[in-house]
């Protein structure tokens, strides 16, 4: 993850329990430019994301991106969580190894968690073990809004329960699972929970394993769903004909972005 120049929003989790960074208790810095490309932000919601009142796109978070916390960092980042003392608005957790027993620790602890608006997981080996608590987090947790989760090993499983969980969620915005082994059938699980979500605006399936035999329930998705402003199915196995399909489907969607 990229730092910023801006000023900085000492983390709370990292105030609180030093061991998780070693001596840099210094804040982290999020830019939306990592994924703006493909799931740009609304400058009404860059604004209701930022904890202060600078006009940027970056939020402030736990620094712990690549430093290998683990199963045991993360634990230990649940229980801080459960205390009721954090003030983070993101947790920049990607490529430490976590693991399902971590991951079910932190979306546990994030239940009652009021402040975290973006949890950022890519990289962290995380399977279909630990997406029902997942899913438990989703259905009542309406504070999260950013969900990334790229290069995992969700597969069909994991989406299917992640797909559960948003079905009673009105928070996510952005869902970020590219790189996941999903194939059609996840897919279709998935798209058939959210195909009413109230405020899902970007969903990343790139890198998957979708193929033309999903093109019924995207076109189907797409014609019901109201709010959803980006797709991006890049790096898939869909065929030259398939995408042209997807795309008449969306010309009565204006300003609708697919890519493809």
Known sequence: MPYMSDPIIESSAIRHAPNLAGNQHHSEKFSMSEYSQKTTIPEADKQSMSPSPHKNDTITGTPLTGRNIGNRGAQ???QFIQTGNNSDTALFLSQNQIGDTGAQALFKALQQDKSVKHLILARNSITSFATAALADLLKVNHEIGWLVLSKNKLADAGISDIGQGLKYNT??????????????????????????????????????????????????????????????LTSNQLSLEAKQTLRESIQHKPGFILYL
């Open 171 to 232: 928070s996510i915005k952005h869902l970020v699972v590219d790189d996941n082994k999903i194939s059609d059938k996840g897919l279709g699980s998935l798209l058939e929970n959210i195909k009413e979500h109230p405020s899902l605006k970007s969903l990343v399936l790139s890198q998957n394993k979708i193929t033309d035999a999903a093109l019924p329930a995207l076109i189907s998705y797409l014609k019901t769903n109201k709010c959803l402003k980006k797709l991006d």
């Open 76 to 78: 230990e980042l649940a």
